[in-house]
């Protein structure tokens, strides 16, 4: 379909994406947008929640596998339709326009872009621990935009994010193999980096296999600790699906999109199971449960303040990587809709000399710098979470829908084990949505609330159509 696509755009002799990556830039996609942050933070709340070693390994273990079943379906839904806009392509076969358009604004306003001014953020704050000047305050805004509706304030270090990302914006803007070949080499330095860290973890004379054993209080415990801890693993997780965005500009897609998605997830739990024993064979479990950056707590352990610094240098490769990944691949969705009508059409236009959706690229890009300014991005992350989770339990649900709609759609690759591997996504995913929605109802509905107030656009751009 894809391919037919391009084809008919060409002979209109508009401009069109080209398949300029290969199966590691897909791989680098997965692996570098899934590890950004989270492998550093987590383990904290996963063990206050589960309380012993042993059972952070089986949250880790199971949110990989539930990760591994998401990336086994996407496989068969990316094969079939390598199209520019991973989960908008697949809704929209399996249930019409309106599905595809909620998640597309969801992405743009608030998921995508929130999750991109997050890890900007994200970027600053370990900076700051070599240049502490980026936390100051240069400016305060007679806008109640604060916390708590308090002036807002703007810090050095937001300015640094918002020009990381525009700087980001311009690698992606001039071609999809340039911001490719970026992915690959940072991932590599990020994938090395991080494996420095757990190798000093197995060698230190500190590492002790009795600290596997021990506990730390959990005042949840039980199947609701358990969830709690699933939360922050997948939400480490998170961004696996992501390579399916740039469907349309993988080489050999019905080969190459199967390939990244499950070697990419299985490299990413094997990287996550191997770090968290490292951080366990260095300290406790209270100790990691009393500790807000585990890996730094570590190496401080082992090399001292060097060790920590070392850390938060790895952390800032690893969040430029995802950093990266996340502006390639976010842009191609607001690409897709406008392509389809329903979105600003100037956002489905190919750059004619470097074959990018240039101004989508833009359009992401800065209003995730916005929000980073504003400093109400984490607060709309939370607010979506709930309703990006239906979409995503949808869209791996498609592949059940396809299968009886489209039952003659070429599939170059099939599921393994379905139908209980998409099942079982599903029912886990929306089983996150009940826990969600019982303990946090306000941001719950306030999440749908956000969305919803896309409608207007979507019945004015319909009729367009």
């Not at 992405?107 to 929130?114: E, L, N, T, Y």
Request: hydrophobic share 55%; with cysteine.
């Amino acid at each position: 379909m894809a391919e037919s696509g391009a084809k008919q755009i060409g002979q209109q002799g508009a401009p069109s994406l080209r398949r300029e990556l290969g199966v590691w830039a897909a791989v680098s996609i997965v692996v570098g947008t899934v590890i950004g942050s989270g492998i550093f933070l987590v383990p904290k709340t996963m063990v206050a929640n589960v309380g012993s070693p042993g059972m952070v390994f089986a949250v880790w273990i199971f949110g990989g596998l539930l990760s591994l079943a998401g990336a086994l379906t996407y496989a068969e839904l990316a094969a079939a339709l390598p199209e520019a806009g991973g989960e908008y392509v697949y809704l929209r076969a399996a249930y019409g326009r309106f599905w595809a358009f909620i998640y597309g604004w969801t992405q743009m306003w608030v998921a995508k872009s929130g999750s991109i001014a997050t890890l900007a953020t994200a970027f600053f704050y370990y900076l700051a621990n070599f240049y502490p000047q980026l936390e100051k305050t240069i400016a305060i805004l007679p806008l109640p935009l604060g916390s708590g509706g308090a002036p807002l304030e703007i810090r050095s270090g937001q300015l640094l994010a918002m020009a990381i990302i525009l700087l980001l914006a311009g690698v992606n803007y001039f071609g999809v193999r340039f911001g490719g070949d970026i992915q690959v080499a940072v991932t590599i330095i990020k994938v090395l980096s991080i494996g420095g860290v757990i190798l000093l973890g197995f060698t230190a004379p500190q590492a002790s296999p009795e600290n596997l054993t021990t506990s730390a209080p959990s005042p949840v415990g039980g199947l609701a600790g358990f969830f709690a801890a699933l939360v922050a693993a997948l939400w480490a997780y998170d961004g696996w699906n992501n390579v399916a965005m740039v469907s349309s500009e993988i080489k050999e897609p019905q080969r190459n999109l199967p390939r990244a998605l499950i070697l990419g997830t299985l490299c990413v739990i094997a990287i996550y199971l191997l770090a968290n024993a490292a951080y366990f064979l260095v300290l406790t479990s209270a100790e990691v449960a009393a500790t807000d950056r585990v890996a730094a707590e570590m190496m401080r352990r082992v090399w001292g303040n060097f060790g920590a610094g070392l850390v938060s240098l790895a952390a800032m490769i690893s969040i430029f990587a995802a950093l990266n990944g996340s502006i390639l691949t976010g842009a191609r969705v607001p690409y897709a809709m406008a392509r389809d009508g329903l979105f600003f059409p100037s956002l489905g236009r190919v750059h004619p000399r470097w074959f990018t959706p240039a101004n989508s690229i833009l359009a992401l890009s800065a209003w995730a710098a916005l929000l980073v300014l504003s400093g109400r991005y984490e607060q709309l992350f939370t607010y979506v979470i709930f309703a990006s989770w239906i979409l995503y339990g949808m869209a791996t649900a498609s592949v059940i829908v396809l299968r009886r709609k489209q039952p003659h759609l070429a599939r170059p690759y099939r599921t393994l084990g379905y139908p209980v591997v998409p099942i079982l996504f599903v029912l886990v995913a929306f089983a996150l949505l009940g826990s969600t929605l019982q303990n946090s109802p306000r941001e719950s509905l306030l999440g749908i609330g956000i969305i919803l107030s896309g409608l207007p656009f979507y019945f004015y751009w319909s009729r367009k159509v």
